[in-house]
């Protein structure tokens, strides 16, 4: 069981905004930072969301993030079909000397 | 353009060895930090190792500690990942990553290298 998690699937329609959350509780999802990784099928992960609501130049400002002192989310709003992929949220835990990933979530456009 | 190109997967039989490498171009290697991240068929990322820039940290996940030691030469650009006592649950993809220099934020990957561990 992964220290960050994630719900295992989302799913919204073209144009919508969808969120995917992912939540931390030992050690607390307040004391790190998160970055987000999206997957699109058969490719390698991209950097997405750094240091909890950073966007990578290049990442469309459709994608947006915020972390609470319990959960982190990410948000997609006007969605589009190319969105469809694996997202992973992920932080660098010191406590523990480890980089950990989130379950990932797929996230599907119907 | 940064480029980060693995190389070394095979099929292996259980308790043997193999060495991945990564060769990087397009940017200067030996500034940053740099990370081995698997993915085994089906299933989610699990960050493996880290070196630091200089190689002088070096972490790895309580997964692979004592089995695996990742390494860099920095002369020659490159990342490797040297893999003993392989066990059928280290069949994966293995990705090298460029660490961006803010924590645990990996901007650049490579295309993946597969390891098959299986009799």
């Known amino acids: ?76 709003s006007g969605l589009q079909s190319e969105d469809e992929a694996d997202y992973y949220c992920a932080a660098w835990i010191a406590s523990l000397n480890s980089r950990v990933f989130g379950e990932g979530t797929k996230l599907t456009v119907l | 353009e940064v480029q980060l190109v693995e190389s070394g997967g095979a099929l292996v039989q ?36 880290y070196i630091s820039s200089s190689g002088d940290r070096i972490l790895h996940a309580d997964s692979v500690k004592g089995r695996f030691t990742v390494s860099r030469d920095n002369a020659k650009d490159s990342l490797y990942l040297q893999m003993n006592s392989l066990r059928d649950e280290d069949s994966a993809v293995y990705y090298c990553a460029r660490d961006s220099g803010v924590v645990g934020a990996d901007d650049s990957w490579g295309q993946g290298t597969l390891v098959t561990v299986s009799s």
């Open chain 1, 1 to 76: 069981q992964s220290v960050l998690t994630q719900p295992p699937s989302a799913s919204g329609t073209p144009g919508q905004r969808v969120t995917i959350s992912c939540s931390g509780s030992s050690p607390k999802i307040g004391s790190y930072d998160v970055n987000w990784y999206q997957q699109l099928p058969g490719a390698a992960p991209k950097l997405l969301i750094y240091n909890n609501n950073q966007r990578p130049s290049g990442v469309p400002d459709r994608f947006s993030a915020s972390k609470s002192g319990t959960s982190a989310s990410l948000a997609i």
């Open chain 2, 14 to 49: 259980p308790g043997g060895s193999l060495r991945l490498s990564c060769a990087a171009s397009g940017f200067t290697f030996s500034r940053f930090a740099m990370t081995w991240v698997r993915q085994a068929p089906g299933k989610g990322l699990e960050w493996v190792s």
